[in-house]
C-alpha cells in the first residue's frame, strides 16, 4: 500500500501539482506533446524509476556487506566505499568539466573498488578472517581520508558548484539517458545477488561452517564483494553518496525473516525502494519549487530509527 500510494504522489504532486485526470490523460497518451508530458514523462517518471533502483541497490548492498563481513554494522557507506567513488569523481572532474553518464559510472566503481580493497587489506588476517573491530576502524580511516582529498581536491580546482549536488544528493538532474546507461548494472546486480542469496546464507553463518559445507570462501566473498561494489557505484553515480540506507533497511527485514537471505534480499530491495520513494516525494514537497538535500532527510529519518533498534535491544 506505501509502495502504490508513493508511486501516486510521486506522480501527483511536486512544484506542479496536477489532478487524477490530467495524470490519466497523459498516462493513456505518453507521445502526445504537452507540459504536463513534458513534466510527468520526461521528468517525474525517469526521477521515480532511479529513486526505486538507488533505493533497492542500496539497501541490497548494505545487506550483502553485513553477510560478507558477519557485522550487523558493516555498510557501503561506513566502509568507505561511498568516499572512494566520491574521491575518483572529484579527481575526474578536476580534468574534465563535462562527464558522460558512463564515464561517471566508471570512476565510480573504479573508486569504490579501490576503498574496498584498503579497507579489506587492512582488516583481514589469512588465519583469523576478518576483524570486525578493525574492519570498522579501517573504514572509518580510509572514508576520513577519501573525503579529506576530495575536499583539498574540490578547494584547490574550484569545484564546489560542480560537486555539492553531488556530494548532498539528489534526483534533479535524472533524465532517460542516464537511466538507461546506469540501470542494467542495477538490475543485473540485484538478479545475480538473488541467485547466489543461498550461498551468502551460508557465508554468513561462520568461516569454519561454510568451508565445511564445500563453500570456497574467498572467491564467494570476492564474487559477493564485487556485486556490493557495482550496486554502490551504480547508485553513487546516479544521486551521490547517501548513508543510512543500507544500514537501516536491513534491520527491519531481518527482525521478522531471519538470517535467510534468499527471503532477506528481495524484501530489502523491495523496502529500500519504498523508502527512497518516499524520501524523495518529502525533498519535492517540503518546499515546492526547491529541492531539499536526499541526505539531510535521510538522516533526519534514518537518527531516530537508529535509536529505535539500539531501544529495541539489537545489536548493532
Known sequence: ??????????????????????????????????????????????????????????????????????????????????????LALIIGYAFFRHLHYSFILLLCLLGATLAALLVFSLSYSPRKGYNQLRLILAGAMIATLFNAFGQAITIYFNLSTSVIGWQAGGLVAINWNMIKIIAPFILIGLILAQLFAHQLTILSLNETVAKSLGQRTFMMTAFLLGLVLILSASAVALVGSLAFIGLIIPHFIRMFIGRNYRYILPLTAFLGATFMLWVDLVCRTLNPGYEAPLSTVISIIGLPCFLWLIRRGRQL
Do not use: E
Open 1 to 86: 500500500m506505501l509502495f502504490i500510494t508513493g508511486l501516486y504522489l510521486s506522480l501527483k504532486l511536486g512544484a506542479i501539482n496536477y489532478t487524477n485526470k490530467a495524470l490519466i490523460k497523459v498516462l493513456s497518451h505518453p507521445l502526445t506533446s504537452s507540459k504536463v508530458q513534458d513534466v510527468v514523462i520526461d521528468i517525474r517518471i525517469p526521477r521515480i524509476t532511479a529513486a526505486l533502483l538507488v533505493g533497492a541497490a542500496m539497501a541490497v548492498a548494505g545487506s550483502m556487506m553485513q553477510g560478507i563481513t558477519r557485522n550487523p554494522i558493516a555498510d557501503p557507506g561506513l566502509l568507505g566505499i561511498n568516499a572512494g567513488a566520491g
